[in-house]
């Protein structure tokens, strides 16, 4: 059993930064897709960042100014956010996937609120 605990969710002015960090309960580098997606109210979840055998890919909505990092000695993937904006606001979710054709896993989320 997998388990991803994501941390660093909070309430940040827009224009701010914040990082989020997912924890995996086993070695981080043995992930075929490691990742972040959010899900904002009303709206279906959406990719953020993933690394996905070795290539790194962005949702439209990462715009230049998040950075998705993984650590393989610490066995974590953060999420450096920056210029964020009030449509930033969700639940952030870690995502990983052992093998191509298995199953994921999901984190429990951390919120996310970009307000003044």
């Known amino acids: 059993q997998v388990q991803l605990v994501e941390s660093g969710g909070g309430l940040v002015q827009p224009g701010g930064s914040l990082r989020l960090s997912c924890a995996a309960s086993?070695?981080?580098?043995?992930?075929?897709?490691v990742g972040w997606y959010r899900q904002a109210p009303g709206e279906q979840r959406e990719l953020v960042a993933k690394i996905s055998s070795g290539t790194m890919n962005y949702g439209g909505s990462a715009g230049g100014r998040f950075e998705i990092i993984r650590d393989n000695a610490k066995n974590t993937v953060d999420l450096q956010m920056s210029s964020l904006k009030p449509e930033d606001t969700a639940v952030y979710y870690c995502?990983?996937?052992?093998?191509?054709?298995?199953?994921?896993?999901w984190g429990q989320g951390t919120q996310v609120t970009v307000s003044s």
């Open positions: 086993r070695n981080i580098a043995s992930f075929y897709v």
């Open positions: 995502y990983g996937q052992l093998y191509p054709t298995s199953s994921g896993y």
